[in-house]
């Protein structure tokens, strides 16, 4: 695939000399990506596309004038492709993708290939059009891939859409639809299911792109996985998983996001490798407060730096890498006829740009938009999605016979993880409810469907982190049902309450009132604020869950998230009940 000029015979016009450039870039040291060479350059852009570049690396006069309307002087610094995120959920910034381009683009990076699968688990192919039309003409470029798995588990969830074939092909036909986002199915893709063969298909039939979803797969069930079609992976935990996929062929998505941090187990496990033409960078789930202080996909180029790798490599695994994996073969890179999407920034291991140019643009000068983009609304934004019928606190309650009961228990496996597995534990019974007794590092965990079901379950978790109160969102990947987490039924109330009245988002409540609420109105996900002020209201809440509820843990907000997520192992909560992610299955909460 290429991204196409609107006359390309005008490129080789001025490429000749024949008519002059819209913009010429000067006195900048072009870092090539595709020899690894650093040297003075100069470059010409016509229509938003590299025409030609003027060097003379071997000092053998090679150099040539470049006449331009425009001028920029680079004043000595760098010049390299402006970065592009491998994978991530615009959804998971909390962002629309206006407000998204606005955060972003200062930090370097001009292309997302984003997985719109949280919206589409609310409001299904109407969520997706809406994110479609929400990034459109925006002065960036935002590449979809359309959800594989609505819901994430089919048969151990309900979300509030389910796609198949039919739903992938009618996204595909979208000109911006590259292919199929995270296979996380991969029982079902192993297996040969029906359902995955038939979406797969639908990829294949129109030549997308299948992007992987493995956390720990190895040894014959990768080789699989990669036979079916799957051609990437951002669940990439280990230096192990890292160095049996890349020698398989798989494009490894390495990842730091605000809740996975998967840039220290991986560089140095693959630093012996000659060629990382595979391992490009992704963000996946990264938050306002991430992107202003820490930076975007340049976060995560100056992690790898950190971690061992040279800053050349790091620049080619957040470009040119990156482009090849999705298969644009004139992006990623500052040569003839690729698109003019550029950085220059003062140092490459630590790379924060002084300048960012997006289709031959300017749209950023140290840190700032120099251009405002335009606010809009959309009608899907205006609809409260929390379709749930109001429960009440015996609702919120386990009913048990006698004295005592065993019971399974979700347990983090570590403190600050998000991996659990199943423990049994022998719990108290008052009152013909299931008692904590006393425990503080036990609370409730109440999933609801809130997709107009009303399908529930109550279980109980270990080692959550709250020390009191409760704590509640619609944002709970992927089926994005309301899950709270609490001591007692009337605290788990309130928060329920909230959530319903302001259309979704994350409440904290203590002693029988709200103490903290993050308004998330679009689908339950996305607010209406920019980075700035929602980073402030974010920090807020943190604030509170730290120090009113007891949960410290680097991310309190995100803790929430993956308790029902029935992809990522070993045992989850779902609206239908306790999830043995491995097996694949419902199993009971009490234990005989």
């Known amino acids: 695939m290429q991204i196409h000029p609107k006359d390309r015979g005008r490129l080789v016009d001025a490429a000749m000399g024949r008519i002059p450039c819209d913009l010429l870039i000067h006195n900048v040291k072009l870092f090539n990506v595709f020899t690894w060479e650093t040297y003075e350059a100069e470059v010409g852009i016509v229509d938003g596309f590299i025409a030609c570049v003027s060097s003379d690396p071997d000092g053998e006069g090679g150099r040539f004038e470049i006449e331009a309307r425009e001028r920029y002087d680079g004043r000595g610094q760098f010049l390299i492709p402006g970065f592009i995120d491998s994978h991530l959920h615009i959804e998971s910034s909390m962002m629309t993708p206006a407000h998204m381009a606005e955060a972003v683009l200062p930090m370097g990076t001009t292309t997302l290939i984003t997985d719109p699968h949280e919206v589409a688990n609310v409001g299904g192919v109407e969520a997706v059009a809406y994110m479609l039309a929400a990034s459109e003409d925006l002065p960036m470029r935002f590449y979809v891939l359309t959800p594989s798995c609505v819901p994430s588990a089919p048969g151990l969830e309900n979300a509030g859409a389910s796609f198949g074939a039919a739903e992938v092909e009618r996204l595909m036909a979208h000109p911006r639809v590259l292919g199929v986002a995270e296979l996380m199915d991969y029982p079902g893709v192993l297996s040969n299911s029906s359902r995955m063969r038939a979406i797969m298909g639908a990829c294949e039939k129109r030549g997308g792109f299948m992007q992987g979803h493995a956390p720990f797969l190895s040894g014959r069930d990768l080789n699989a996985y990669l036979a079916a079609g799957v051609r990437s992976d951002h669940e990439t935990r280990t230096g192990r998983e890292a160095r049996e996929k890349l020698r398989l062929g798989m494009n490894v998505d390495m990842r730091e996001s605000s809740m996975s941090m998967n840039v220290e187990a991986i560089v140095p496990a693959v630093l012996d490798f000659r060629s990382l033409t595979n391992l490009s960078l992704c963000t996946d789930d990264l938050e306002p407060e991430d992107i202003l202080t820490t930076g975007h996909v340049s976060r995560v180029a100056a992690s790898a730096v950190r971690c061992g790798m040279s800053p050349e490599q790091a620049v080619v695994c957040g470009t040119l890498n990156a482009a090849r994996e999705i298969g644009i073969t004139n992006l990623g890179a500052v040569a003839p006829g690729f698109a003019a999407d550029l950085q220059i920034v003062p140092e490459l291991a630590c790379p924060r740009p002084s300048a960012v140019f997006a289709a031959g643009r300017c749209v950023a000068e140290d840190g700032r938009l120099t251009l405002a983009i335009e606010p809009r609304s959309f009608p899907q934004e205006k609809v409260n999605t929390v379709r749930l019928r109001h429960p009440g606190v015996e609702d919120l309650k386990i009913r048990a016979e006698g004295d005592a009961a065993r019971v399974r228990v979700v347990r983090y496996a570590t403190p600050k993880g998000t991996t659990t597995e199943f423990g049994v534990e022998r719990l108290p019974v008052l009152n013909g ?160």
């Open 433 to 592: 409810c299931l008692n904590l007794g006393g425990d503080p590092d036990l609370k409730f965990v109440a999933v609801l469907n809130r997709h107009g079901l009303n399908t529930r379950f109550v279980g109980v978790v270990r080692g959550f982190g709250t020390q009191r109160g409760a704590y509640g969102a619609t944002v709970s990947h992927d089926c994005h049902n309301l899950v709270v987490v609490y001591d007692t039924p009337e605290d788990a109330l309130v928060v329920i309450e909230a959530l319903i009245e302001c259309g979704g988002g994350k409440v904290a409540a203590l002693d029988g009132r709200v103490i903290a609420r993050l308004e998330l109105p679009i689908y339950g996900l996305i607010s209406r604020l920019p980075a700035a002020e929602l980073a402030r209201d974010i920090a807020d809440v943190k604030a509170t869950l730290r120090n009113k509820l007891g949960l410290d843990v680097p991310n309190p907000l995100m803790r929430i998230v993956s308790l029902a997520l029935p992809v990522i192992p070993k045992a989850k909560f779902s609206d239908l009940g306790l999830v043995d992610v491995l097996q694949q299955r419902i199993v009971p909460l009490f234990v005989e």
